[in-house]
């Protein structure tokens, strides 16, 4: 099966947040993703009854919605175009008694009471997989980086496997789920892949394996389209890019700035390397899967394997290191502050580690953690409590 990648400029920048929208005395999830879309598109005339907003789409649930950047050169840009587009989506929601809300999962919303939206491919999602599809109450971060050349995809999606535990370890926000601490810093990581097609990538030697995997989905009813492949690191050959999936969801523009800048980063360098001649390691299958354990395990405290030798490193130092082999790549593309910007998650703590905080300061109370979310969408990162 021949599948045509898109002509897309290297290292241009497209990123998705999704939000969670929430009732603004009771902190509960609601079902107004369809109303909230509605009352956007009727500010862009424009727009045919069937065609969706732009910048903003409907996800599986109707307590989520998508923001959604045009093609950016920059992460500047980028996170410009996303704070346009929270702006526009607050004129509809401040009027609706609505607040917004950024993390892997909602604290204590009760997963099996969420509305699915009315669309045929979800309604086949949900009869296919039943209890793990509708236990899917889950937010994320997803960064697509262009690549101009196929050969390149799957070697960059190789690479990012690599720092796989740097991402989730990173965006690690989602520890509570239905009311209950998991004691995990990402239940969303251990969650998604229960989904057919989620979870880790299998890795190709070159696109032709990509294609002949994709063949054999389609003839084996696996699924429909290609986007049904919902791996943590996917090629997406009708954009031209690599999708860098890994993330939890995110509660501030800056945190967003910051894994999209390192995403940007690491592939631009994966991309220098190819470029050059050279090659990008892989690991074992079985060291990428125990790095995803243990980063969605242990957050920033985890210990991680760098390479096939086995060699092991705290997270965060190998995080800082590679900041710093990155900054010269940083330069080039215009995000030195974003880039610099990760080191902040580090110390200033990570969304699970912040929400933990605001529980064991309020005895417990996950209507504070939801409130403290709330208001770090709209007024930026604080420090742990």
Not at 4 to 14: C, E, K, M, N, R
Not at 100 to 111: D, E, I, K, R, V
């Amino acid at each position: 099966m021949k599948i045509d990648f898109a002509s897309s400029p290297q290292s241009t920048l497209g990123v998705e947040w999704e939000l969670a929208l929430v009732d603004a005395r009771s902190g509960e999830l609601v079902p107004l993703a369809d109303k909230v879309l509605a009352a956007l598109k009727a500010t862009h005339p424009e727009l045919q009854a069937d065609e969706d907003h732009p910048h903003v789409k409907q996800e599986l649930l109707l307590n989520t919605i998508e923001l959604v950047t045009g093609v950016c050169r920059t992460v500047e840009e980028a996170k410009q175009d996303l704070s346009r587009t929270l702006d526009t989506v607050r004129d509809v929601t401040d009027l609706m008694d609505v607040e917004l809300l950024c993390a892997g999962t909602h604290p204590f919303s009760q997963s099996r009471l969420q509305p699915v939206t009315d669309k045929e491919r979800y309604a086949k999602l949900i009869d296919r997989t039943q209890w793990w599809g509708r236990q899917m109450v889950i937010y994320g971060v997803h960064v697509h980086v262009g690549l101009n050349h196929v050969g390149k995809a799957m070697p960059v999606l190789d690479g990012l496997v690599n720092y796989f535990p740097h991402f989730q370890a990173l965006s690690a926000s989602s520890p509570f789920w239905n009311g209950e601490d998991t004691g995990y810093a990402s239940q969303r990581a251990l969650m998604f892949q229960q989904l057919p097609t989620a979870g880790l990538p299998f890795q190709f030697p070159d696109w032709s394996g990509f294609e002949g995997y994709v063949d054999d989905m389609f003839k084996t009813g696996v699924i429909d389209s290609i986007s049904e492949i919902r791996w943590d690191v996917r090629p997406v050959p009708l954009l031209g890019t690599i999708e860098m999936r890994i993330c939890d969801g995110l509660s501030t523009l800056e945190e967003v700035g910051a894994v999209a800048a390192l995403t940007q980063c690491l592939v631009t360098d994966f991309s220098d390397t190819l470029d050059d001649g050279g090659s990008i390691p892989t690991m074992p299958p079985w060291h990428v899967q125990e790095n995803k354990w243990r980063a969605a395990r242990y957050g920033l405290d985890a210990i991680v394997i760098l390479d096939a030798a086995g060699r092991e490193e705290l997270v965060t130092d190998n995080i800082l290191e590679l900041l710093n082999k990155l900054e010269p790549v940083a330069k080039r593309l215009g995000c030195p502050d974003e880039l610099a910007d990760v080191e902040k998650i580090i110390r200033r703590g990570a969304g699970y580690q912040r929400q933990r905080a605001v529980a064991d300061a309020n005895e417990g109370s996950l209507h504070a953690v939801v409130a403290s979310l709330v208001d770090e969408l709209r007024h930026g990162p604080a420090a742990r409590v």
